[in-house]
């Protein structure tokens, strides 16, 4: 292995370092906003640096072939000082910030849909519900005004029909049960 490809691998490793450092802020910044159970981070944590190295794998694979060697390490442990030491704060700031922004752009995007398509909708509905309501009060008012118009101009007839009705209801009290005798006899005699 010549000292160009050593080079190469020392900074792609020292890319990888920082790489991961910012993966950990990351991961430790949205870990610190979820409030996860304990057992849940613990197995996060575990996924995050299984996966983390194998990034770092795959790059080493492009790199140089997959060889390991003790400049890889120094070259990883360097670029994760470096960026502890230079950009992290930074980059904590710059992810809060983000996340706000991501918060804000999703409550503006929230209230632009409600205010736009959700409350006239609501509106047209209520608009709906009112005009029929009120088409339904109508409805009744003329039912019962022609109701009451109906009732009297048959109130002269009404007293005439109730007569009637009792004459009536007088004169067929008994047919339900002389039909009823009737049958049973018919059945009594077959």
Not at 2 to 9: A, G, H, P, R, S
Request: net charge positive; charged share 15%.
């Amino acid at each position: 292995m010549n000292i160009v490809i050593q080079l190469q691998t020392v900074l792609a490793m020292s890319t990888c370092g920082a790489l991961m450092g910012m993966g950990f802020d990351t991961y430790h910044v949205f870990k610190g906003k979820a409030r996860l159970p304990l057992w849940l981070v613990f197995f996060f944590d575990i996924l995050f640096w299984v996966g983390s190295m194998g990034a770092v794998f795959l790059i080493l694979v492009k790199v140089n072939d997959g060889i390991i060697r003790f400049p890889i390490f120094f070259g990883m442990i360097f670029g994760a000082w470096l960026y502890f030491l230079i950009g992290s704060k930074k980059y904590i700031l710059f992810l809060h910030r983000v996340i706000k922004f991501c918060q804000w752009f999703y409550r503006t995007v929230v209230k632009i849909i409600d205010t736009l398509l959700v409350r006239p909708v609501l509106f047209l509905i209520r608009v709906i519900i009112m005009v029929l309501a009120f088409l339904y009060s109508v409805l009744l008012a003329i039912l019962g005004f022609l109701w009451k118009v109906t009732r009297f101009v048959t109130s002269p007839f009404a007293r005439w029909g109730q007569h009637l009705g009792k004459k009536m209801y007088g004169k067929t009290t008994g047919i339900w049960t002389n039909w009823k005798n009737w049958f049973h006899s018919k059945r009594k005699r077959e």
